[in-house]
């Protein structure tokens, strides 16, 4: 089984925090022209799976998707399943930005098919919002969470950012205590992540305005008690989720997986990347499409991939992966269950990993013995 990742870059302003790529554009033909041109990739990777895998997942991020009408939307989904064995009850998601719905609504966006909706809050306050370039009412916001409660969405995520400029506790706790009330399935709290030598929009972002680490942390720490305290459990990486949320009931029996989207009930080993600056894995192989769109549009005129750049994962790259990935969904590690799936003895392979760690178990983050690792609540904050 396969995923598929379809970028959209577009979006009518610059958001200053972003990390991701993105063109601001107002212009309907240009948003055209790349359709086009993502249905020229859709068909051309198509062609490499001969052996028609399900598609399980689909995923279309930005940018902002929801730039895009009912029918453009509609359109590329009609392509995706011409194309691949589109699943019926797959998971099939979308990030919605509430100032971007003048054209579509959230029962369209069900009727197309899709059953997850990823919406961006950030914060509520008006100074907040003002810092970052992205005004969005609180009761737009709102809004869309209830529009997609009563159009049937399977999943409703809420995506806040801590430490954003000036954010304070008291403004972070506003803007918290709506989202709760709210009643999304889950909540995932993002920190924002100041690096302006290597994402030029946050070069706007003034770095005297940015709450102290400190504080970032009390927001974290007030969140996980209201959270919890609202019923929310912590699956893990700041994600929270209702009790009988698909995502919680698959880490209770073993089968969570982490990739490249997140947490998710289906392996990401095999996840095809569409459109400008994407970044797939196929087996132990990770690439990243061409980022700049000339260059993009120029390899699909010439029938070739898009890709720009790409590594093949080592055996030990690989090993560690695998190790990552056990600790972020299920906050234990077994060294047997290392050992029963690669030729390691995992002590002996991690010995300098393992010593470092003494450092985490004495400041309570991790546990230690013969058997296992285990992150502590603590260090699962962390």
Same mark, same amino acid.
């Given at each position: ?20 790529? =993105? ?7 240009? @948003? ?20 028609? *895998? ?10 902002? *998707? ?9 359109? /590329? ?9 589109? /699943? ?45 370039? #992205? ?10 969470? #209830?529009?997609?409660? =009563? ?5 409703? #995520? ?20 709506? &989202? @709760?009330?709210?009643?999304? +399935? ?26 102290? /680490?400190? $504080? ?9 008690? #209201? ?33 490249? =989207? ?5 392996? +990401? ?6 459109? $400008? ?26 029938? @070739? ?22 600790? &972020? ?13 690669? *030729? @390691? ?24 013995? +013969? ?8 260090? =699962?904050?962390?």
């Amino acid at each position: 089984p396969i995923s598929l990742y379809v970028h959209i870059p577009f979006c009518r302003s610059l958001c200053f925090y972003w990390q991701f790529n =993105q063109i601001i554009t107002d212009r309907n033909d240009s @948003i055209s022209t790349y359709l086009d041109y993502l249905s020229r990739e859709i068909k051309l990777q198509a062609a490499f799976f001969r052996e028609d *895998p399900k598609l399980e997942q689909l995923y279309f991020g930005g940018g902002t *998707p929801t730039l895009l009408n009912d029918a453009q939307l509609g359109n /590329i989904l009609k392509e995706i399943q011409q194309n691949f064995n589109l /699943i019926k009850d797959g998971e099939f998601s979308i990030e919605i930005d509430s100032r971007q719905l003048s054209d579509l609504s959230m029962q369209a966006l069900k009727e197309i098919g899709f059953n997850r909706a990823i919406i961006g809050v950030q914060d509520f306050d008006d100074h907040v919002q003002q810092s970052v370039h #992205r005004v969005q009412t609180e009761n737009a916001t709102l809004l869309a969470i #209830r529009d997609a409660q =009563q159009a049937g969405f399977k999943t409703i #995520r809420t995506e806040l950012i801590y430490g954003l400029p000036k954010q304070t506790v008291e403004k972070f706790e506003y803007t918290l205590g709506k &989202i @709760i009330t709210a009643n999304p +399935d889950q909540i995932n709290l993002l920190n924002y992540q100041h690096l302006p030598e290597k994402f030029k929009p946050q070069q706007n972002i003034n770095p005297e305005d940015l709450p102290a /680490i400190e $504080v970032g942390l009390e927001m974290l720490l007030f969140a996980i008690a #209201r959270l919890t305290a609202a019923g929310y459990l912590h699956i893990g990486m700041n994600l929270f989720a209702k009790h009988d949320d698909q995502l919680i009931i698959a880490q209770r029996q073993g089968r969570l997986y982490y990739g490249l =989207q997140g947490y998710s009930i289906y392996p +990401d080993s095999y996840r095809v990347a569409l459109g $400008v600056s994407g970044i797939g894995s196929i087996g132990p192989a990770l690439s990243q499409n061409d980022c700049d769109l000339l260059r993009y549009y120029s390899k699909l005129e010439h029938n @070739i991939l898009p890709i720009r750049r790409g590594i093949e994962l080592t055996p030990d790259d690989l090993i560690r992966r695998s190790v990552m990935q056990a600790l &972020i969904c299920h906050s234990v590690l077994s060294f047997e269950s290392v050992e029963a799936y690669f *030729p @390691i003895e995992f002590k002996n392979y991690f010995s300098t990993e393992l010593a470092k760690l003494s450092v985490y178990e004495q400041a309570g983050l991790v546990t230690l013995n +013969d058997q296992e690792i285990t992150v502590t609540p603590k260090g =699962q904050l962390l």
